[in-house]
Antibody, heavy 120, light 107 residues
């Protein structure tokens, strides 16, 4: 059974870079695509971006200039970097496994989420 | 971007009630729609995909319907564990977008 675990600093200073890792256990990171999603306190879900087994990435245009998603297959981990953060980037950050077929595309396994606060 | 609008934003209901939540897309998304359930402090959980396909392990009291731009999630007989927030999501195009959520509360 695949499990995902996010990790990283819970506090980041404004203008710095947020860096998170998602460790995949119970399965290979090479066999699916992977997503990052975030949720500001008390608000809804925002898709950040996807990374595919080809290494290709697609980002939310609202964050594209600041986001980098990558995979380390040797460690079975994916990572998220978000630069020049502000208080608006304070959120719970989730990683999720993506599954794509001919007629659906879903995020079927999610990590528990990690809270990141941007504050000096 | 495709805007996903859910209604109502919140609803109060009792155990045993039938509840319907609506999700409207700003443009046609064919069948590229999923529903997620989120409980406080927890990650979202996939309930339904491709409009009406039930994810493995999800009780059959949950069902989905619709096409094009208008979709519904129905819970046929509410159970205590169903009180949560529900989100629809489109995967027809990028960026992937979610509805704002519908909070289902106990009456």
């Amino acid at each position: 059974q695949v499990q995902l675990q996010e990790s990283g600093p819970g506090l980041v200073k404004p203008s710095e870079t947020l860096s998170l890792t998602c460790t995949v256990s119970g399965g290979s990171i090479s066999t699916h695509y992977w997503s990052w999603i975030r949720q500001p306190p008390g608000k809804g879900l925002e898709w950040i971006g996807d990374i595919y087994d080809s290494g290709n990435t697609i980002y939310n245009p609202s964050l594209k200039s600041r986001v980098t998603i990558s995979v380390d297959t040797s460690k079975n981990q994916l990572s998220l970097k978000l630069s020049s953060v502000t208080a608006a980037d304070t959120a719970v950050y989730y990683c999720a496994r993506g599954v794509r077929s001919y007629y659906y595309e879903i995020m079927d396994v999610w990590g528990q989420g990690t809270t990141v606060t941007v504050s000096s | 971007d495709i805007q996903m609008t859910q209604s109502p934003s919140s609803v109060s209901a009792s155990v045993g009630d039938r509840v319907t939540i609506t999700c409207r897309a700003s443009q046609g998304i064919s069948s590229w729609l999923a529903w997620y359930q989120q409980k406080p402090g927890k990650a979202p959980k996939l309930l339904i995909y491709a409009v009406s396909s039930l994810q493995s392990g999800v009780p059959s009291r949950f069902s989905g319907s619709g096409s094009g731009t208008d979709f519904t999630l129905t819970i046929s007989s509410l159970q205590p564990e169903d009180f949560a927030t529900y989100y629809c999501q489109q995967t027809n195009s990028f960026p992937r977008t979610f509805g704002q959520g519908t909070k289902l509360e106990i009456k």
